[in-house]
């Protein structure tokens, strides 16, 4: 077990989940200079962004540890690679939730929100296509949801859920399903082949 959480960088990785959460709430609501391709310019946020940290580390952590050796370890690592991506999701909301309870600011909620749904769709990706492809996948969901995520009157797309205020029922909602199929595709696949150079 103790291979296994340094293998991951765990602390690393929770480190990332809180730091993310605070720094949202102090930094979220910085609007961020985004060229958009469709529709008319909204307010691309700091919270927007860096929400996708604690999904990127994750996926670091996946991506350090032989994958061959893996699918025939006895313990079986896909439930703890899932125990993992979930306890750092239900870290990031339950600090979000305080961080909303004390400052009642609603980029607190909007930060828990994404960066759930983000470690949700990357363990989902990762699932299929392996955790170094899964990181470029999962870092460009940000830059194209400011591109293109934005209708003509400069509201957020319905697809584009990072966008989506907090008050947003249907961005919840998404979020918590995209991480329950991320949770489902890693306890259903066995860790991709991937080719070593």
């Known amino acids: ?67 061959r050796m893996e699918r025939v370890a006895v313990r079986p690592m896909p439930f703890w690679n899932i125990a993992l991506g979930m306890s750092a999701a239900a870290l990031t909301v339950l600090a979000a939730g305080l961080l909303y309870a004390v400052s009642n600011e609603e980029i607190a909620v909007v930060v828990g929100r994404n960066a759930a749904g983000y470690i949700g769709f990357a363990m989902l990706v990762s699932a299929f296509l392996g955790p170094r492809t899964a990181a470029v996948v999962t870092s460009t969901v940000p830059l194209i949801c400011a591109a293109t995520g934005w209708t003509p009157a400069g509201q957020p797309e319905p697809w584009a859920w990072i966008l989506q205020p907090a008050r947003s029922s249907l961005a919840i909602i998404v979020a918590m399903l995209v991480l329950a199929a991320g949770a489902a595709a890693t306890g259903m696949r066995r860790a991709p082949l991937e080719i070593k150079r």
């Open 1 to 67: 077990m103790t291979w296994w959480l340094k293998a991951r960088a765990t602390t690393a990785f929770i480190a990332t989940a809180l730091i993310t959460s605070c720094g949202g709430l102090l930094f979220g609501e910085t609007d961020l200079p985004v060229p958009v391709l469709t529709g008319q310019s909204g307010s691309f946020l700091v919270g927007h962004l860096i929400t996708v940290l604690p999904a990127a580390m994750l996926l670091y952590g996946l991506s350090r540890t032989d994958t």
